[in-house]
């Protein structure tokens, strides 16, 4: 692999023995995956921080880094950990998982993270079109690339972690041009008008992500009208595909800029109502349950939306739990979401939290991707639209 000379230079340890460390790893791993060389990154975005997921394994590896003098090279963020920092107390949060995500973060900090602790570094980081990246989380990923177009492989916590140690990641797989285009169309064009009627995106990135697979599809006959709905069904499609970009019709920037033909020689799958009925179906639940929103996490708008929607219906009559990320909300925002019968937490999500402690076993959610995680982590789990789950929560059936 071609190496600059200031690469080089980090490879043979002039700075410092962890960069070193993470250039090993960055090339090897390019060198797996036929890189020709490494680019430089913009920042980086590492998941799997929770002390839930990762344990003292994952803690003594951050902190054995953190120890060694590691530095991050670019602007690098966080996803979510176990608790709300400033809320643990309502979680039941055990002492063991409490001081271990401290010192999660703490490594983090020193390391030069800033301590955000959400999964939509895209409402927030600087990114544009063209942008070369080293995220891990996948719901991020396939916002970054499929819809501000940005460059970045579905990259795990660690090579993230390392990437941005280095402040490279290797020129392969979504950092290049002709792993962008697509391989198969998958046309929503006979049930389009239903979804966004029905507001089921999770459906449909849900059903997508398991025709899509490992590949890059084109994604047609969806009309979304906001980031909102389309961060939905991304995280959706991630959740049961392996893919790390989705290009949508009227959305992507990689189809307005490109200078192929989307659809030549593409092989077409054309979505059936049956699908998406299937997959409301695999997660039917128990009809009861408390209503977690907010995977990924709500955005400041979908926050305020859900705020004033609550002020006009009324006080919910169930357990109405909203996850957002500390940037998208002060103490005016949590005041007015508790003063309309909403519990707020930030920093973490229903996921890699440890939900069962703090809100029992069988929940609603409008989040495909979360629907699909507390399942396998088997928890009994109902999916609706969000109209239905915030209906639900005010007395309704679900
Ligand atoms: Fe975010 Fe947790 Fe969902 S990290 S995408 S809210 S599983």
Redesign the pocket.
């Known amino acids: 692999m071609y190496l600059t000379r200031e690469e080089e230079r980090a490879l043979d340890g002039f700075e410092g023995e962890a960069k070193a460390l993470a250039m090993k790893v960055v090339v090897r791993v390019g060198e797996v995956l036929g890189a020709e060389k490494l680019v430089p990154i913009k920042n980086a975005h590492i ?1 799997g921080i929770s002390y839930k997921n990762i344990g003292e394994e994952g803690l003594a590896f951050i902190e054995k880094l953190a120890g060694e003098g590691a530095r991050f090279s670019v602007p690098t963020t966080l ?2 950990g176990a608790f709300d920092l400033a809320g643990w107390q309502r979680m039941n949060v055990d002492e063991k998982i409490l001081s271990g995500q401290l010192r999660i973060i703490d490594a983090f900090r020193r390391m030069g993270a800033a301590i955000t602790l ?3 570094p895209y409402l927030y980081a600087n990114i544009s079109y063209g942008d070369h990246l080293a995220w891990s ?4 990923v396939l916002y970054a690339n499929s819809v501000v177009g940005a460059r970045t492989n579905r990259d795990g916590g660690p090579l993230a972690l390392f990437e941005a140690i280095a402040g490279r990641a290797p020129l392969a797989g979504l950092h290049l041009e002709e792993n962008r285009r697509p391989m198969l169309l998958i046309d929503f064009s006979s049930v389009g008008e239903k979804v966004v009627e029905k507001g089921i995106f999770s459906a449909a990135g849900l059903a997508a992500g398991r025709i899509a697979g490992a590949s890059v599809p084109l994604v047609k006959g969806l009309r979304f009208s906001g980031s909102d709905e389309l961060k939905l069904f991304l ?1 959706a499609a991630g959740a049961t595909g392996g893919t790390g970009l989705v290009l949508v019709d009227g959305i992507s920037p990689d189809l307005r800029f490109a200078k192929w033909n989307p659809v030549e020689g593409v092989e077409r799958v054309g979505v059936e109502w049956s699908a998406l009925q299937e997959e409301l179906e695999r997660y039917s639940g128990s009809g009861e349950g408390v209503v977690v929103l ?4 709500l955005s400041p708008s979908e926050l305020k939306d859900i705020i004033s929607w609550l002020r006009r219906h009324g006080r919910p009559k169930r357990r109405l739990i909203l ?1 957002t990320s500390r940037a998208a909300v002060g103490e005016a925002e949590k005041r007015a979401a508790e003063e309309a019968g909403a519990e707020l937490f930030t920093d ?5 939290s440890e939900l069962s402690k703090y809100a029992g076993r069988e929940f609603v959610t409008d ?1 495909g ?2 629907a699909f ?1 507390l399942a396998s982590q088997g928890y009994l789990v109902k999916l609706l639209s969000r109209g239905e789950a915030l209906r639900y929560a005010l007395g309704g059936s679900a």
Request: hydrophobic content about 30%; charged content about 10%.
């Open positions: 998941s996803n979510p959400s999964c939509t989380e996948s719901n991020a995280a907010g995977c990924p996490h996850f973490t999500c229903m996921v890699v989040s991707k979360a995680y």
